[in-house]
């Protein structure tokens, strides 16, 4: 697979990563030898970026992603998060955390749970309004001196935020939701990040799931899948925003490709330092989007595309309120 540089002198990367967040939860349950199977599938293809959290399970996704690439470590660019704390009484309860002691033990925890030396990427998960950012900077930069981390990365944050933190400590990589049918981050983020040599990685990229085509109005979810919550997937919201699916499998059609692998082509022609991480438990979807590697969309195609978007409102928010609050601080 095509390699991609995150940040100016942030490490070399497969052209798509893997985000292992739905193999413990969020999506309803999962099989951890199917997705072992899935991490190690990836790893065979080429992918070698692979994304957890802390957050995720809470802490069993990152025991999965290390029992994974036990053996073979050198083949990974492995990223995690801290950030995001978890009520233990109501896990579904969550509140963010950037002071420099839990800054610390996260990192400590995470390196234990992975069964690493090192953490290749680490993202501020969310950013927390209460502690300064040039603080949370500065005790990832301490870590990185202390060669527990490689590189600082960020999740949803603001383009001001995304200023101060690199003015401490250069940031290789923001992680922020990033498909045709979320283009916020094109507003302000984007062009921070160009002009700061910053990569990004765009976590669901296929609309979690919608993008792919086969989710409709009539779907139902498992009951532990989270987009039950989502606003944006709401039965008439899904018939509405059917529109985009459809420009998706035109193009597809034309291109003898799916709608999944239109969506993740999109993403990678906009920018060269663009590295989606679409997320899968599935061996068959793992493949498919691999052959997104492979599309090669034109000007024509783009401009096609870019037309045709422009022309269709999504509806539904992407978070539940509770949520929405916690991002682009």
């Known amino acids: 697979m095509d390699k991609r540089r995150l940040g100016r002198s942030g490490p070399e990367v497969s052209a798509l990563g893997l985000g292992c967040m739905g193999m413990s939860e969020f999506y309803g349950p999962g099989d951890d030898a199917e997705s072992i199977a899935t991490i190690h599938a990836a790893l065979d293809a080429g992918i070698n970026l692979l994304d957890t959290a802390d957050v995720y399970g809470p802490h069993t996704n990152e025991v999965l ?73 500065g005790t990832v930069k301490d870590l990185i001196r202390e060669g527990k981390v490689k590189h600082f990365g960020m999740s949803e944050a603001g383009a001001q935020t995304i200023r101060r933190a690199h003015a401490v400590q250069p940031v290789t990589a923001l992680q922020s939701e990033y498909s045709l049918w979320w283009r916020e981050p094109e507003e302000s983020v984007l062009p921070t990040l160009e002009q700061l040599g910053i990569g990004f990685v765009p976590f669901s990229p296929l609309g979690k799931g919608f993008l792919t085509g086969k ?76 052959g ?14 870019e037309s045709a978007a422009a022309r269709i409102e999504v509806q539904g928010a992407r978070y539940n309120e509770s949520s929405q609050r916690m991002v682009n601080r």
């Not at 997104?292 to 595309?305: G, K, M, P």
Request: hydrophobic content about 40%; charged content about 30%.
């Open 65 to 137: 992603v290390g029992q994974a690439i036990r053996g073979r470590r050198n083949e990974v660019v492995l990223a995690t998060k801290f950030g995001i704390v978890r009520d233990p009484a109501e896990p579904t309860r969550r509140g963010v955390s950037g002071k420099p002691d839990y800054v610390r033990a996260s990192c400590e925890a995470s390196l234990k749970r992975l069964g690493v030396e090192t953490i290749d990427l680490y993202y501020q998960h969310r950013v927390d309004p209460n502690v300064a950012i040039e603080e949370v900077a």
């Open 292 to 305: 997104a590697a492979d599309v090669h969309l034109t000007a024509d195609d783009l401009r096609e595309i």
């Open 215 to 290: 989710i409709d109005e009539s779907t139902t979810f498992d009951s532990g899948d989270f987009r039950n919550t989502v606003p944006r997937f709401t039965p008439e919201n899904r018939k509405a925003n059917q529109a985009l699916v459809d420009l998706l499998a035109a193009i597809a059609a034309r291109k003898k490709a799916t709608p999944a692998q239109i969506a993740l082509a999109w993403l990678l022609a906009q920018k060269p330092w663009i590295v989606p991480i679409p997320g899968t438990t599935k061996l068959h979807r793992l493949e498919e989007n691999l």
